[in-house]
């Protein structure tokens, strides 16, 4: 005898629980389909790298961003910029 709830009489089998309606089990596919869209968009965007390192403040409030690339025509800069090899943010 399949597993009954124990509201049912002793002896009567339970009835089946009626099938999924079509417009439900679509809406419940097109759900599941989202979940694991946006699943696989989240685990995408973790796996890339950053696109520079840290970013710390020394002293004087320095502040130094590792990774980073200068940027392509920096100009005229002083002597103590081009020493510090320091660019402009």
């Not at 409030?61 to 510090?84: E, I």
């Amino acid at each position: 005898m399949p597993w009954a709830h124990p509201s049912t009489p002793p002896g009567e089998v339970p009835a089946a629980r009626p099938p999924l309606p079509p417009d439900r089990a679509g809406a419940l596919a097109v759900a599941a389909l989202a979940v694991v869209g946006a699943t696989a968009v989240g685990w995408r965007w973790a796996g890339r790298p950053a696109r520079i390192g840290p970013i710390t403040m020394g002293p004087g409030g320095w502040v130094s961003v590792k990774g980073a690339r200068p940027p392509a025509d920096p100009g005229k800069r002083p002597w103590w910029a081009r020493l510090l090899r320091a660019y402009r943010l």
